[in-house]
């Protein structure tokens, strides 16, 4: 714990101007950034007497080593710094509001030639549409589903377009009228262009005009006695209505904006947010947070603003937007958003009318979702603190293993020989910090095995000692060392140290790599890999990271130096958490090995040309048609390809002479030899494919 006058700053240095302010702890890593008014006042706050502050804002000063800021012109951009900063370093005790779920979005890719809607989730594109956020998917699917037959737009994946494109006949939906089935040219891709459009400001709320004119086309065709099409358009005007119903309307204006509602606590707050377009609620999501200092309701709406409009622009940005309460000072947020939608927003606090009906039911959700969260969490963190303090007990460790890493090695009969790092912080997956090694069979510069072969017990020898010595490298730049200590003095003379390339990035105090190190190493195996984990430490100099093995045949826990292994009960929480981990290590590290391994099974001639990229790769095999066709092409026929030149071309030749022809191609059906004389458009595979087409690999051994 540190003193926080040992790291204050002297009386004069911080200036009396607007700007952005960070906290770091002793491995340079950001733990919280904040924006001031006045850095000099607000910075004034956090070096008072301690008994005076909210206890979490003294355990982050506490857990802080120094304070450094920026100084900025306005405001706003200082809340944008602000934003920008929470984004990139993650610093854990900042508002952060942690959403349990990817909320679906109805999307209109308008970016495509043939526009498709479909359900998307995540990072939102360039050039869609979006519609939402939805609560349940299947929410989404049953609105398409009765929109479609007024607005038959396509809906197929690329793959089912393509082959419906190449066979001539369109999909089922196609059949029944709910497709206009542009892949086989019933409509040209601009009416089908149009047909997007139209789908898509009925989505935007603009529906009383189009039902109008629906109407009035359906009246002249009863009138001029066509009681087919008047009766398909009853039925389309019904389909219509009965999407419609499905979001009510709120507003009776036709507004569009976002209501934002805050439930609080002293330690946590819950935030629930409605969309409402064109007067109807289309999409709701919520978050949950930890207070981490004594903020007020105003605060909390600014940092959800932030969340929900950080990386919106335009019509995204609502032109109101409904809250509880508005932050202090609110000019610069109001600012903000503008700049963001492009046009006037109005922020401000409903009074009264159906604005505030309304608003009090997202403050009921808001309610609603923090008790949910607090009944959930409370069973959630007994069982994570009990699986730790029986880990504790089990092990006789001086502490609970707040940060735990867990390793494994995995492999196909020897070949693509690669391991896993897995961490758990505080007993949940921190997947950011997951790492993945390739088994090269020495560290740094120095060979000090033969990385082939099925050896678990190097391997993971290998694997701990590169990332230890990263741990070190980074302590010994930040200056973490005691007084004459000197890092990794026991085996400074094998020549172990990791080449320059491999070396940690600028002290920028980002949550990446491998400066955190654990309480509790876990490895995938029994006593020979808990022996080749400990003697990897014993030889770095690390003797404060205790190191387990959980065997797979009997579950049992094996420490280093003991003969005999610690069993925990079937039913301990302790022993499920570390089944967790090291299924979670195993996992990792398997999903890298068959990925590595389809990537060498893929593998060909062209890719050993240093700076060919895929983009020149096709443009290659769709000149020549083949790889065989390229092999023997003259370097002048090479520089004909566009963005081939001739050093590149003289590369392409000298990669190919020295690489074997590759095997002929075998109809496995007849048992031909296919000759690669076809066509340039008949040739199959992707560049650096092999063309071969024979017995699947009869390789495929056990794989771990």
Excluded at 84 to 89: L, N, Q, V
Aim: glycine residues 8%; contains cysteine.
């Amino acid at each position: 714990m540190a003193d926080p006058s040992s790291y204050r700053p002297k009386p004069g240095e911080i200036p009396d101007s607007p700007g952005v302010y960070r906290f770091r702890d002793e491995h340079r890593r950001v733990i919280y950034v904040g924006k001031a008014k006045s850095l000099r006042q607000r910075l004034a706050n956090y070096f008072q007497d301690l008994a005076g502050l909210h206890p979490r804002t003294r355990s982050m000063v506490t857990t802080a080593a120094s304070v450094e800021w920026t100084v900025v012109s306005t405001e706003v951009e200082a809340l944008q710094l602000e934003y920008s900063w929470i984004k990139e370093y993650d610093p854990r005790f900042n508002v952060k509001y942690r959403d349990d779920k990817s909320y679906p979005y109805l999307a209109v890719t308008m970016n495509e030639e043939f526009p498709r809607v479909q359900v998307m989730r995540g990072h939102k594109k360039k050039g869609v549409r979006y519609f939402g956020p939805y609560t349940h998917a299947w929410a989404i699917r049953d609105t398409v589903d009765l929109l479609l037959r007024v607005f038959p737009v396509r809906t197929c994946s690329a793959g089912v377009f393509k082959n419906a494109a190449r066979t001539g006949r369109p999909c089922l939906l196609g059949y029944i009228d709910k497709c206009s089935a542009p892949c086989v040219d019933r409509i040209s891709a601009e009416d089908h262009r149009a047909l997007a459009e139209e789908f898509s400001e009925f989505m935007a709320g603009r529906t009383g005009a189009y039902l109008r004119r629906l109407e009035r086309r359906m009246a002249e065709a009863a009138e001029e006695m066509e009681y087919e099409r008047a009766a398909r358009l009853r039925d389309d005007i019904g389909a219509l209505k009965k999407a419609m119903e499905k979001s009510a309307v709120v507003l009776a204006d036709a507004t569009d904006a976002d209501l934002i509602a805050v439930a609080e606590d002293e330690l946590e707050a819950a935030v629930q947010i409605f969309h409402v377009r064109g007067g109807r609620v289309r999409g709701q999501r919520g978050w949950v947070t930890d207070k981490v200092e004594e903020i007020t309701t105003g605060a909390l709406v600014e940092h959800a603003l932030q969340q929900l409009y950080g990386e919106e622009t335009g019509d995204a940005v609502p032109r109101e937007v409904l809250v509880p309460a508005l932050p202090d000072p609110v000019e610069p947020v109001q600012q903000w958003l503008t700049e963001r939608r492009g046009s006037g927003v109005s922020l401000r606090i409903p009074q009264r009318g159906d604005k505030r009906a309304l608003m009090e039911t997202v403050e009921r959700n808001a309610q609603q979702a923090l008790v949910l969260h607090k009944t959930k969490r409370a069973s959630d963190l007994t069982t994570r603190s009990r699986a730790l303090e029986e880990i504790t007990d089990a092990l006789e460790l001086d502490s609970a293993p707040l940060r735990i890493e867990c390793y494994d090695i995995s492999h196909l009969q020897g070949d693509d020989v690669v391991a896993s790092m897995v961490v758990f912080e505080d007993g949940l997956a921190r997947k950011s910090e997951y790492r993945r090694f390739q088994i090269k069979g020495r560290v740094g510069d120095t060979q000090i095995w033969h990385g082939a072969g099925q050896d678990d017990v190097r391997s993971m020898h290998e694997v701990i000692t590169r990332r230890f010595r990263r741990y070190l490298a980074e302590k010994e730049r930040t200056g973490e060392w005691a007084d004459g200590e000197e890092p990794g003095a026991e085996d400074s003379s094998a020549g172990l140290a990791e080449p320059p390339g491999d070396t940690l990035t600028e002290d920028d105090g980002r949550p990446r790599r491998f400066a955190y190190p654990p309480q509790l190493v876990v490895v995938d195996g029994g006593a020979p890999q808990v022996a080749a984990a400990q003697r990897a430490l014993d030889e770095l100099g690390i003797d404060d990271i205790a190191v387990c093995g959980l065997a797979k045949r009997l579950e049992e826990v094996w420490l280093p130096g003991e003969t005999d292994p610690v069993v925990l009960p079937r039913t301990s929480e302790g022993l499920y958490l570390l089944q967790r981990v090291r299924d979670e290590a195993h996992r990792f590290a398997i999903t890298y090995q068959r990925a590595k391994r389809a990537k060498r099974f893929r593998a060909g001639p062209l890719d050993d040309v240093p700076g060919l990229g895929e983009t020149r790769k096709q443009a290659l095999i769709k000149h020549f048609g083949s790889v065989k066709r390229l092999r023997s092409a003259t370097i002048d026929q090479i520089c004909e390809v566009p963005g081939i030149g001739r050093k590149t071309a003289e590369t392409i030749v000298a990669a190919l002479d020295r690489a074997a022809p590759a095997a002929p191609a075998v109809n496995t059906a007849t048992g031909e030899i296919m000759d690669d004389t076809e066509e340039p458009g008949q040739a199959t595979g992707s560049p650096g494919e092999p063309v071969t087409t024979g017995a699947p690999d009869e390789r495929r051994g056990q794989e771990r």
